[in-house]
């Protein structure tokens, strides 16, 4: 199984190139979603992160509050890293779960989209990476409106993560989601065509 490693910064459209692949018929396997499988009430990880950051970034009904604990993590690296500590192996372990899964279905090939990938050791798992990018004046323009906040808070998002000029250099494939939808989707739609025969996939 042909495993490729989707990312890209924050509010770069990765989401939106995920969602074009598996409309297309891609498996895609969300590190996002993998990350609040990992923290719902009585996990090991839920448990370690109310003993780290305390109660209060529990919702009514127990589950974590993801907006207050980014609140506090995005302001401090050190919680930042805390979280990540707790929370990477769990996502790890879940992901790799997944992967074995497809591998015994016989899926040929499978995107991994992970906000974290080339930062964490995830990238050893994957055998290319494909990259998502955005021009810096339109990530913070996309990630103030997306999330509903103030530049200042946008610029703590953007700057808790590696830089996309950084990135960029890990990249195979480089899909720029800076203008029209239908652009990114004519972009995604070749190369998925391109490489399913690539890998001989019906």
Known sequence: MKVIGLTGGIA??????AGILERDGAV?????????EAVIPGAPSYKAIIKEFGATILNPDGTIDRK???????ADTTARKRLEQITHPAIKKLAEKRLAEERRKGTAVLFYMAPLLIETEAISSVDEVWIVYLDEKTQLERLIKRDGIDKKGALLKIKAQM???????FGKIIIDNSGPVEKTEKQVRELWEGLLRAVKCP
């Open 12 to 17: 770069s459209g990765k989401s939106l190139v």
């Open 163 to 169: 830089t996309i000029a950084e990135k960029l250099k």
């Open 68 to 74: 207050a604990l980014g609140a506090i993590v995005f």
């Open 28 to 36: 895609v396997v969300d590190a996002d979603q993998l990350a609040r």
